[in-house]
């Protein structure tokens, strides 16, 4: 891409030319949704269902024109050799030109380079239909505008990526493949527990995020965070700056990266999606400073966070300063990962109305339930976050609270949690209940615990700089809890 192609970009984008300054996005400012803040002891139930109605009823899905676009019509083949991509283009750019439609990918195994979705258009991946990516990074060129772990750069283009697009889905009962193995793409982790992959010290992600990083400190403009030698995996599913969106039933494999990576992105849906992916870094969801969002009756058996939400990185994360927020995760299925539903750390931007409920989480392979990860360096004001009804099979520590995640206390920008409810939580066997970590001089506070029942724990709970927990009826290993 052009110097002069980069700077149109960013100025479509909103950012200005040095890709600094407030983001001027519809739909994405501040809101307040809650009726109220509620008291230490929580909210009612009537409080706590209004308001997850009132995030329900904001969320529009796309509205897409009823017209048919079969991708074999366009050359496409499905025999696990041709390429695709060419095909693809050629589908949605006709369903572009008659003002929107449904791609319908049918039965077969169709390969692929990226997929660029248009506005009022539906990729349907039909029962029995693979739409596999080819694993070569050259593929994925030229850059877009992305993010890479809430830092902004022109990397390389997500599988399938929408840019300020409205009324966009992904559908269907078929699979999406991502090509990521222990010897494609997954190396670039670097040194990793998985891969025998022999690798240099510099053809790694860490190699290329510590370059960005310094960039982000600095303020340099987004046009000209440009890497020849990029090692920085890109997402699978990344709708950016995009609304009434659509991820539903698909399976979704083997991604690079992240797999499902809305940002900054309003009135967001995704349900039935089973994700698979055991990948470094292969997060299952990761909403990105969006703003109302449902995730629902999903399976996450990640690699790496099963859902995490974000909002920016540092001072991109500040400078942007656009917080996820007013979500709804309901009736989803954690297994495997580094945590079911997690904040976090690249959360700078803050998060605020969270509702987790009614979901399942269970594996040997799950380390940790309830997570919320940030430290002074990232910062973040997170308020109001709600967890009820859920059920915790099998994990290592039940509830993480860690403000010294990475950096610790390094940094000048302190993060603040308000009202934190967690109600009616069973554990049926956790290593640790709690590990809940603040800092000496900014403890972690306005905690609610109620109905909570862990029912079977091996090691003492890790608590420092905890204070102002409201605690009511709460049981470990069949001892009631009075403080911690």
Request: charge should be neutral; include cysteine; charged fraction near 25%.
């Amino acid at each position: 891409m052009t110097d002069i192609n980069r700077r149109n970009l960013l100025k479509n984008v909103g950012y200005g030319v040095a890709g600094v300054g407030a983001l001027n996005l519809v739909g994405c400012g501040a809101t307040q949704v809650l009726d109220k803040v509620a008291g230490n002891a929580g909210p009612t139930k009537a409080e706590w269902d209004a308001n997850v109605a009132r995030i329900r009823n904001r969320i529009k899905l796309p509205s897409i024109p009823n017209r048919e676009f079969l991708l074999t019509d366009f050359g496409g083949q499905g025999d696990g050799q041709f390429d695709n991509t060419q095909a693809f283009r050629d589908a949605i750019a006709a369903s572009k030109k008659m003002g929107g439609g449904k791609v319908i990918v049918p039965a077969g195994h169709f390969m692929t380079g990226p997929i660029h979705l248009e506005s009022n258009t539906e990729l349907h991946i039909s029962e029995g239909a693979t739409v596999a990516f080819f694993s070569e990074p050259e593929r994925y060129k030229p850059y877009v505008f992305t993010r890479w772990e809430g830092m902004e750069l022109m990397g390389y283009s997500p599988l399938i990526y929408a840019f300020k697009k409205t009324n966009i889905a992904i559908t269907g009962k078929g699979t999406l493949e991502g090509g990521g193995a222990n010897d494609k793409w997954w190396p670039w982790k670097g040194k990793w527990k998985k891969s025998d992959w022999e690798i240099s010290e510099v053809e790694n992600q860490k190699h290329t995020r510590d370059a960005l990083g310094v960039m982000v400190e600095k303020g340099t403009p987004v046009a000209e965070r440009v890497f020849e030698n990029n090692y920085l995996r890109p997402p699978f599913i990344q709708p950016y700056l995009c609304t009434n969106v659509l991820i539903e039933d698909v399976t979704v494999k083997n991604s690079p990266f992240w797999l499902l990576n809305p940002v900054l992105s309003n009135s967001v849906t995704i349900r039935g999606v089973h994700c698979d992916s055991y990948g470094p870094n292969s997060d299952g969801c990761d909403p990105e400073s969006c703003k109302d969002v449902l995730i629902e009756n999903c399976i996450f058996d990640t690699g790496d966070d099963c859902i995490a939400i974000k909002s920016g990185r540092n001072n991109d994360g500040r400078r942007v300063g656009v917080p996820c927020q007013n979500i709804v995760i309901e009736n989803c299925q954690m297994k495997a990962g580094h945590g079911g539903v997690v904040i976090g750390s690249e959360i700078s931007g803050g998060v605020r109305n969270l509702f987790a409920q009614n979901c399942e989480m269970s594996s040997p392979d799950l380390a940790r339930g309830i997570r919320i990860k940030t430290n002074s360096v990232r910062g973040g004001l997170l308020e109001n976050l709600y967890y009820r009804d859920l059920k915790i099979g099998k994990v290592k520590d039940a509830i993480v609270v860690n403000y010294y995640y990475e950096e610790g206390d390094g940094g000048d920008f302190q993060p603040e949690l308000r009202n934190i409810n967690i109600h009616n939580l069973v554990v049926e066997d956790a290593q640790r209940a709690f590990n809940i970590r603040g800092f000496p001089h900014n403890h972690i506070t306005g905690i609610s615990l109620k109905n909570v029942n862990i029912k079977s724990v091996q090691k003492e709970s890790v608590l420092e700089n905890v204070s102002d927990v409201s605690i009511e009826n709460v049981m470990i290993a069949g001892e009631p809890l009075k403080a911690l």
